[in-house]
């Protein structure tokens, strides 16, 4: 596919104020944009990554999963994305949101021993991979959702290294 036919995909990213300099956005735009290719998203597409605090986080994870605690990752759908809709007129597929807990990723990547951004690459191509329709309910889909994860973060400047 050349250039000029590629789908065009908007990314945005949202990192509340504490955690700003801690991340490299461009460098999780193109880790995005690469996970969607990779994926087969042939038309444009949106999806929005916001990093926020481990209690904004609870609160989302308490407010639509019913569970009280913070977690590292969270990712919300759009209708859209599951075929459940009608594709907007525009064209465009609107996928949803993965909100990452910049704590929890700075505490996970100390504890694993490599850099927050390692962490983030890893937690965002996870949430990418739930809103694309993957899913770690049972050990098979948990085995295939492992290793395309590694897949897509082979090559990346910041490749997580997982056990």
Do not use: C, K, W
């Amino acid at each position: 596919m050349t250039e000029a036919a590629r789908p065009r995909y908007e990314v945005s990213i949202l990192i509340d104020p504490p955690f700003r300099g801690g991340l490299d956005r461009a460098s999780l735009r193109r880790l995005a944009i690469r996970v969607l290719r990779a994926e087969g998203v042939a038309v444009p597409a949106e999806v929005g990554i916001a990093v926020t605090g481990d209690e904004t986080v609870r609160d989302l994870n308490r407010r639509y999963l019913g569970i009280d605690a913070p977690t590292d990752v969270l990712s919300f759908g759009h209708e859209a994305a599951t075929g459940s809709f009608v594709t907007p007129p525009d064209g465009v597929l609107r996928l949803g949101e993965v909100v990452l807990s910049y704590p929890t990723a700075e505490r996970q990547a100390r504890e694993a021993g490599h850099d927050v951004q390692d962490e983030a690459a890893h937690l965002l191509v996870h949430g990418l991979l739930h809103l694309l329709g993957y899913d770690h309910e049972d050990p098979e889909d948990e085995r295939r959702m492992r290793a395309r994860e590694e897949g897509l973060l082979q090559g990346e400047p910041h490749r997580r290294q997982r056990p």
